[in-house]
């Protein structure tokens, strides 16, 4: 292609996108002219479009303008929220999304406006060792999504969600724990590990703070604590190699309730025909 021909083909590129900008420009819902569901109508076309900015302009309008029981306004709700979300705007997303429920929890979009404002939540959380306010909130989201639609079509979701979820507060103890562990403060470290046991059982974090509280207790030569959690480590694992490697079972006890059994209870009253001891 020559130099002529490219400078052309670039300048036409170049007008078309400055008249699609300006036609983008061009879209006013506050002197727009029609009402509320010519307005809904167009702004619904600009999201379609992309264009985001006078997408939220015109669904923000909307939101004040319409009647409290006009069908519109939970549609106009919700699409703000998904406009949001495709501005990265995750917290804005997650309260336009929250809206919808809380005004309309029967509505047809409810549930997926609840769950869509746990997924924008759980977006701004995105590494354990942050700050975990909306971590929480995302997880408390879900768990009311699951409480409010158990039979909502993102459930599973929902559920995998949460348990990711879940995985990371867990991460965000037991990392802790792992820092006080290696600096040699170990009722600290203790603290953590045990935190992340109780409070998050079923998650994977939970087995390695396991193992990581018994080596701390054989550290501090809390013998009894020692074999207590690896009793309970066994009890929950029991076919975890590593868990086996730590933790493993004492002849000894095998042996001794094999001598248990075989010693006769005497706290029992003889059978007929069998002398007393």
């Not at 303008?65 to 406009?83: F, K, N, Q, V």
């Not at 997650?94 to 929890?105: D, H, I, K, N, Y």
Request: aromatic share 12%; charged share 25%.
């Amino acid at each position: 292609m020559s130099l002529s021909r490219r400078t052309l083909r670039y300048t036409v590129l170049a007008v078309a996108g400055l008249a699609l900008a300006a036609c983008a420009r061009a879209f006013n819902p506050a002197g727009f002219r029609g009402g509320n569901e010519a307005l809904y109508a167009a702004t619904m076309r600009e999201y379609r479009e992309g264009h985001w900015d006078n997408a939220v302009a015109g669904f923000e309008r909307l939101t004040l303008e319409l009647a409290a029981r006009d069908t519109l306004l939970p549609l106009s709700h919700y699409w703000m929220a998904r406009t949001h979300g495709h501005r990265n705007e995750h917290l804005l997303a997650a309260q336009a999304f929250a809206r919808v429920t809380e005004g309309w929890p029967d509505h047809a979009l409810a549930d997926d406006a609840l769950y869509a404002a746990a997924r924008s939540y759980h977006k701004m959380w995105r590494k354990p060792t942050l700050d975990a306010q909306y971590g929480e909130t995302a997880l408390a989201t879900y768990r009311l999504y699951l409480a409010m639609y158990p039979n909502g079509e993102q459930r599973a979701e929902a559920e995998r969600q949460l348990a990711a979820l879940e995985q990371g507060f867990a991460t965000k103890e037991y990392e802790v724990g792992r820092f006080y562990q290696r600096r040699k403060y170990f009722d600290s470290a203790l603290i953590y590990f045990r935190n992340v046991v109780t409070t998050y059982p079923n998650t994977p974090r939970a087995r390695d703070a396991y193992l990581r509280m018994i080596e701390t207790y054989r550290d501090i030569r809390y013998a009894e604590d020692a074999r207590e959690t690896c009793a309970e480590a066994r009890r929950r694992y029991p076919a975890d190699a590593e868990v086996r490697l730590l933790c493993p079972a004492a002849p000894a006890t095998a042996a001794a309730d094999s001598a248990r059994a075989a010693v006769p209870d005497t706290t029992r009253p003889p059978a007929p025909g069998q002398p007393s001891r």
